[in-house]
């Protein structure tokens, strides 16, 4: 005959399952409740960012530091060009400072905390491999006495410092310096947020878009004529007149910073663009400006304008599926 | 004591020595078997076959040029002809570029690594060469 425990007085049960699951929502972990930022700004403006922080903590841990990673445009130039303080009834106040490229992350295989970042979170759903993770720690430390540390991140940062237009999705995470980005039994030490799509406007250079997909990109994003440079023409953005080739061409001219223009608009081995993968849609090819164009020693490119043709040469696809071609500039920030 | 002299002028004593290290030569063609870019591999899309980088007698040759540390032909120097750290170019009388000298034996053959950026200084490059004899 089976038997079964019983307990009188079901509240019980719920008293016991209320309080574990109390005690595994207030256990440990690093939480961003939200961000307030901006949707537009113009070059050089000072734009406030505030990031909330709610920490739960559990007895006898630490202490250890917050550490704060922010995703931006390296052009932006971010170590040099941004203050982050913090607000906290329970830590109190006081400043984020550069956490040094030597200190390595918890639970980061070796890596430093900017690395380690990219490792984990990638550039945050943007498309061009142009950002960077800036790591920030507190300028003191913090123990893990059961208590819940709320606060804030207030940022302060000078955007387009390259004096691009830009549209980026930035991106905050936050850890602690004792358990890193990890997850075990008690919770999941860390959080991050990717906020929608940010404008910046009103400068004089390139206009670059982290957020939208583009016909055509070129790695890495910035480069000189001196470097590899691969182009890659996505035939997944948009349908285009070149829908459906197997193979399609680069048709480029180069600008010398002696005044010179270097056609090279043919149809060949040199100029190809193949699928890679294959049945992908993308239109790659790697090249040597220098050597492409057939410069001398003494002349330097600084700007490449180009479309992308099928295997006559007539059909010819520009920027945003237009007429007019894309531009590239040689330039290094 | 006839045997105990018999006993010790047996046995020689033998001096081990620390073998001289050699100097390391480097003089031949090399051929580029890996290239990367920012950590990318580009030896697959990219045709490096025709490059030979030449060293002989202190002075340098590249043959079918690829982005390089240099762009000229010139002379080359190893901090160190023993233990060298750092290998230098000079191309005729431009300013000598030095980069670390990676010099490792792999599968029984040298390799030699140079790490550089020919570009912008963000983007770096490594190129691994062997011996195209």
């Known amino acids: ?333 | 004591m006839l045997l105990l002299g018999t006993l010790f002028g047996s046995c020689k004593m033998e001096k081990v020595g620390p073998a001289a290290e050699a100097a390391k030569d480097i003089s031949g063609n090399w051929k580029i078997i890996k290239a990367t870019r920012n950590g990318a591999d580009l030896t697959a899309i990219v045709d490096f076959s025709q490059f030979r980088l030449n060293f002989n007698q202190g002075k340098y040759t590249l043959v079918n040029k690829v982005p390089f540390l240099v762009g000229q032909n010139g002379t080359y120097a190893l901090d160190d002809p023993k233990y060298p750290f750092k290998i230098s170019f000079t191309a005729g009388t431009a300013t000598p570029v030095a980069t670390a000298f990676n010099f490792p034996i792999v599968n029984g053959a040298r390799q030699l690594t140079l790490t550089f950026s020919p570009g912008c200084t963000n983007n770096t490059y490594v190129y691994v060469f062997q011996k195209s004899n």
């Not at chain 1, 256990?27 to 739960?56: L, N």
């Not at chain 1, 691009?164 to 850890?175: A, E, P, R």
Request: proline share 4%; charged share 15%.
């Open chain 1, 1 to 333: 005959m089976k038997q079964y425990l019983r307990i009188k007085g079901k509240g019980i049960w719920q008293l016991c399952a209320l309080i574990v699951l109390g005690v595994a929502l207030a256990c440990c972990g690093e939480i961003i409740t939200g961000v307030d930022q901006p949707g537009v700004a113009t070059v050089g403006q000072v734009v406030p960012i505030t990031v909330h922080i709610d920490i739960p903590t559990v007895g006898n841990g630490g202490p250890d530091y917050l550490i704060f990673g922010f995703l931006v445009p390296k052009g932006w130039k971010a170590a040099q060009n941004t203050t982050i303080t913090y607000t906290s009834p329970t830590l109190g106040d006081g400043n984020m400072v550069l956490v040094p490229s030597t200190t390595l992350a918890k639970n980061g295989g070796g890596l430093n905390w900017p690395d380690d970042m990219k490792k984990t979170f990638g550039i945050g759903g943007n498309l061009i491999d142009d950002m960077e993770w800036v790591a920030y720690q507190t300028d003191k430390a913090f123990t893990h006495n059961g208590s819940e540390i709320k606060g804030d991140l207030n940022i302060q940062i000078k955007v387009g410092a390259d004096n691009n237009d830009t549209q980026v999705k930035l991106g905050y995470v936050i850890t602690d310096s004792g358990n890193g980005f990890t997850s075990d039994g008690n919770g999941t030490y860390y959080s991050e947020k990717i906020t929608d799509c940010f404008s910046v406007t009103g400068g004089t250079g390139d206009f670059v878009d982290f957020c939208h997909p583009q016909l055509t990109t070129i790695n890495p994003p910035k480069s000189l004529d001196n470097d590899y440079i691969t182009l890659t023409f996505d035939g997944n953005v948009t349908t285009t007149a070149l829908t459906g080739a197997d193979v399609v061409y680069l048709c480029a001219t180069a600008y010398t910073s002696d005044g010179q223009t270097i056609v090279v608009c043919e149809q060949t081995d040199k100029t190809k663009m193949v699928q890679m993968p294959d049945g992908s849609k993308k239109y790659q090819i790697t090249f040597w400006p220098k050597s492409f164009f057939g410069t001398t020693d003494t002349q330097t490119i600084i700007k490449m304008d180009y479309f992308i043709t099928d295997k006559t040469g007539a059909t010819k696809v520009g920027y945003g599926n237009t007429s007019s071609p894309f531009e590239y500039n040689f330039k290094c920030s």
